[in-house]
């Protein structure tokens, strides 16, 4: 399967012979792994399977050029046998996955040059971001204001486009080592292997295993597979940026205080967000803590373990600290007498055994039993490694403490036991049919349900004021009620035992009105994780309202200024040094209002928080709910930042991490650190600079955009919410049905058993439209809303350099218009057409088609007028480079997709059919990268 060589663009993607050039390594790297997975099919699989891929590939080429209609490539599939298609099927996946890799290794190739050649550093890297920060007159209190409580938290959530097992992704990661040994000009690996023939035994390997589980996926699957990341990159990296970034900006501004904590901080939901997923029980709570101290703690041992082996040092040749001498004397092994620094570590050694006994419900390896107290907090140990690290650079040793030890003592200062912070989740409507059921059952209030908001608040309001639980542990309450209160008194376990970052938040979906967030609140202090009633308010997890649907960011301010305006609930948030978290849903708000509505809606909620939280006094931290692709709020990271309003970020930015867009981000370490120090670097620059550019200019652009915004909504209302039959011709032309039925994910599609877009996920709904290659949710409206308000006539030419102003001078509509190009750009309306033959009623697919047909054009004319580009992805070479390069082998996938498709629903109920469907989704949310 190697590449085409020659090949000239077509189409919206054009490439010079200098692009060409430059992108040679890369094509080179594709070429061979190609070659090799072709050959690995012809000796696997046979001459006649390898012939029909062949033949895949150069026809797929050929379509690309315009050589043979698409249809002649479709027929070749239609009627194939199912276990010929099958290894058609992987052996495209398994190239996507190659040239993920070769994609990789290339980013990797072109910053060495960039950095060779003596360029300034690159936007979106930390050396970029210092230079931007040297340039102006920043004082030391300003700075160290706007970080106080600094945070830059990716949030690991378990969705159903990541199917990858742990072999594959293992497999995949020793393939990029080998590409990586290659891109330095090596010919064998460090133990004399010869590269290629590596290359080929994983190719093998990965060929030989199945991409996809035959069973569902089990929640406790996802949790593995989310923890999987910190062995693989997170332990080495994240406490390499903390300490970089503190010593530089330390060295900048010494006497400010900064970062006393860890600025990066990775954070979870899988385990703990219940909304809509009834896997997720108190055991399951308990399950994701526990493994997630057990991955930290396991860390901490082999650390030590090898630190023992490293500070060899005998008592006769150098000096110790009397803190060392006083910690090493808790060990009095014979055989370590004169080696301090071992027995020191020893007794640490020991203590985190003991530590690990008591509360893990697993132990690790290397334990160690001196019969010595456990360690009540991270902090007791970190103080025990600070003796350590003190002695060593007291006594001339600094260099030894500067290499492992200086890494660990980061690792525990970042990861304590508890790994990461779990958050919790569920929907608002859940909490409100549990608290009636609570309230009734203690006698309180016979139908709470019944009551008007201000009612709901003052009695919520009244409970929270006081100490009385409302049920004890034998009341007799409904499996649900019994469930919930099960799962938060799991969180508070998970708080006591492995500290109280181990929970750090509480996150109400579909949050409407403060009686929601009081609601969450009565949850929490029934399980003892709240308390406002005694002098010093206790509150260690932060109740989190999740403004989702375009009214609901619209109201958001309003909700939270109000919820403020409570004693009870400004209490709490005083127990928590006055921040309070919000978070903001960018999925749901474009599911129901499309692409530019709901980007413009969470600008302006932002912007409303930010004035909220100037009035009562809070630190606001921002919350952003993205997904991978950019109908769920996905993109270039570092332009989506910058892109917020002034004031949002403040110094903190959490931010979901879903989908294969994780192994994409922190699969390996060099490309984890690349993505953290994006992170990063931006959240630096949104909170020290100003990036918005608007200047007094900036009333008049948000009455164009409130202008824009609403035309957008009004034509994705007239199509989703408003066309007969829409949603028969969404079930019928996108495999949204079988994203339910197959095994993918833990989690339901459906929040309720019901038909409704609305309470369709916004995973299925996206990842559904992006495996049709219609890519709905990133642009439909858009085009609309440009043309309508442009218009004809005298005024046309001004309202265009208007819009052409804005692009040019905001980042927002820079960013909101680059995004979609890139959607626009993997959107294919010939495959998409293909996919509206799966519906049966012809007037409905003309109907519907025909308005996304017309839209699509018109979106892409619109982007011409206002960018001044022909080519949709001028400004973004690299998902350039994608396309060109991959989107041929994609087209096979899609075709025989629609043929497994229309087999499965005429009822061909062969097992091959349905795991021919599953793997057609897997390869292509692979290739696609950020499809979910």
Not at 905 to 914: H, I, M, N, P, T
Request: charged share 25%.
């Amino acid at each position: 399967m190697a590449e085409v060589a020659g090949l000239e663009p077509i189409g919206a993607v054009k490439r010079t012979r200098v692009g060409r050039d430059a992108t040679e390594p890369m094509r080179e790297d594709i070429r061979l792994l190609g070659a090799i997975l072709g050959d690995t099919v012809r000796e696997q699989n046979g001459e006649q399977v390898f012939d029909l891929v062949e033949r895949a590939r150069v026809e797929s080429f050929r379509v690309r050029r315009s050589e043979i209609d698409r249809g002649e490539l479709a027929d070749m599939f239609d009627g194939i046998e199912i276990r010929q298609a099958i290894p058609i099927i992987r052996a495209f996946t398994h190239f996507a996955l190659l040239a993920n890799v070769a994609e990789d290794i290339h980013r990797e190739r072109r910053r060495a040059v960039h950095v060779e050649a003596g360029e300034p550093p690159q936007d979106s890297s930390l050396a970029a971001t210092y230079a931007k920060l040297d340039s102006v007159d920043l004082k030391p209190g300003a700075v160290a204001e706007a970080l106080a409580g600094a945070l830059v938290s990716p949030v690991i959530t378990a969705h159903p486009t990541e199917t990858r097992r742990r072999t594959i992704f293992d497999t995949q990661h020793r393939i990029t080592e080998l590409m990586r040994l290659r891109l330095h000009g090596h010919v064998r690996t460090d133990d004399g292997r010869d590269i290629e023939h590596e290359l080929r035994r994983h190719i093998l390997t990965l060929w030989q295993t199945a991409l996809v589980r035959l069973s569902r996926l089990k929640i406790q699957d996802e949790i593995e597979t989310g923890l999987r990341y910190y062995p693989a990159a997170f332990f080495e990296v994240i406490p390499q940026v903390n300490a970089d970034v503190r010593a530089e900006l330390q060295a900048r501004w010494p006497d400010a205080g900064l970062l006393v904590e860890p600025i990066v901080r990775p954070g979870s939901w899988i385990g703990g967000d219940r909304d809509g997923n009834p896997n997720v029980t108190a055991e399951v709570v308990r399950l994701a803590t526990s493994n997630a101290a057990y991955r930290a703690l396991d860390h901490y041992f082999a650390e030590i373990t090898a630190l023992e082996e490293e500070l060899s040092m005998s008592g006769r040749l150098v000096r110790i600290s009397d803190d060392l001498a006083a910690l090493a004397a808790r060990c009095d092994e014979p055989a370590r007498a004169d080696e301090p620094y071992r027995r020191a570590l020893r007794v640490i050694h020991a203590r985190l055994t003991s530590t690990a006994k008591e509360i893990l419900d697993q132990q690790p390896e290397h334990e160690l039993d001196l019969g010595l107290e456990r360690y009540q907090t991270s902090t007791e140990l970190l103080a025990d490694l600070d003796i350590v690290d003190d002695s060593l650079r007291a006594n001339g040793s600094a260099v030894l403490a500067d290499d492992r030890l200086a890494r660990l003592r980061e690792a525990v200062h970042t990861f304590g036991f508890h790994l990461c912070g779990l958050d919790m989740r569920q929907n608002s409507e859940v909490h409100e049919e549990v608290i009636a059921e609570l309230l009734a059952w203690a006698g309180v209030h016979p139908d709470y349900r019944s009551l008007a908001e201000a009612e709901r608040v003052q009695l919520l309001a009244g409970e929270l004021a006081t100490r009385r639980p409302l049920v004890n542990e034998g009341a007799a309450l409904s499996e649900l009620a019994r469930k919930e209160l099960d799962i938060v008194v799991a969180a508070a376990r998970a708080v006591r035992v492995f500290g109280p970052l181990a929970v750090p938040n509480y996150i109400i979906s579909m949050c409407e009105s403060v009686s929601d967030m009081l609601e969450a609140a009565i949850l929490l202090k029934e399980a003892g994780l709240l308390d406002v009633s005694a002098e010093k308010p206790y509150a260690p997890v932060g109740i989190v309202p999740l403004f989702e649907t375009i009214d609901d960011l619209q109201r958001g301010s309003s909700i939270l200024e109000a919820a403020l305006d409570l004693p009870v609930y400004r209490s709490i948030v005083s127990a928590r040094d006055d921040s309070q978290e919000v978070m903001l849903g960018y999925s749901d708000s474009n599911k129901d209002g499309g692409y530019l509505a709901a980007n413009w809606a969470l600008y302006r909620a932002e912007l409303d928080l930010v004035e909220s939280a100037r009035k009562t006094g809070i630190r606001l931290r921002l919350f952003h709910g993205r997904g991978g692709t950019v109908g769920r709020g996905g993109g270039p990271s570092y332009d989506a930042i910058l892109a917020q309003p002034p004031g949002a970020v403040n110094g903190s930015l959490r931010i979901t991490e879903q989908g294969e867009v994780i192994a994409a981000k922190y699969a390996e370490p060099q490309i984890a650190h690349r993505n953290l120090e994006t992170l990063v670097a931006a959240t630096l620059e949104a909170t020290l600079l100003d990036v918005e550019g608007l200047g007094d200019a900036a009333g008049p652009a948000y009455e164009v955009l409130d202008d824009l915004a609403g035309r957008a909504q009004r034509a994705y209302a007239e199509l989703v919410h408003e066309t007969p039959g829409f949603v028969d011709y969404f079930k019928a032309s996108t495999p949204v049905s079988e994203i339910g039925a197959l095994n993918i994910g833990s989690r339901p599609s459906s929040r309720k058993p019901t038909t409704s877009i609305s309470d369709l996920r916004a995973i299925p709904w996206v990842l559904a439209w992006s495996q049709s290659r219609v890519m709905l949710p990133g642009w439909y409206g858009t085009g609309s809303a440009f043309e309508e308000y442009v218009g004809e006539g005298p005024e046309k030419e001004a309202r265009v350099e208007v819009l052409q102003d804005l692009y040019r001078r905001w980042p927002f509509f820079r960013t909101v218009l680059s995004n979609m190009a890139q959607v626009l750009a993997k959107s294919d309306l010939g495959l998409a057409a293909r996919y509206s033959e799966l519906v049966d009623d012809e007037e409905l697919r003309r109907r519907v088609f025909d308005k996304i047909a017309a839209e699509h054009a018109r979106t892409i004319r619109m982007h011409k007028l206002i960018t001044g580009q022909d080519d949709l992805l001028a400004d973004n070479p690299a998902l350039a480079r994608s396309v060109f390069n991959r989107f041929p082998y994609l087209e096979p996938l899609n075709h025989l997709q629609v043929e497994l498709l229309r087999r499965y629903r005429s009822g061909d109920d062969d097992e091959l059919v349905q795991r021919g469907i599953l793997l057609t989704m897997s390869g292509l949310a692979t290739a696609l990268r950020n499809s979910g």
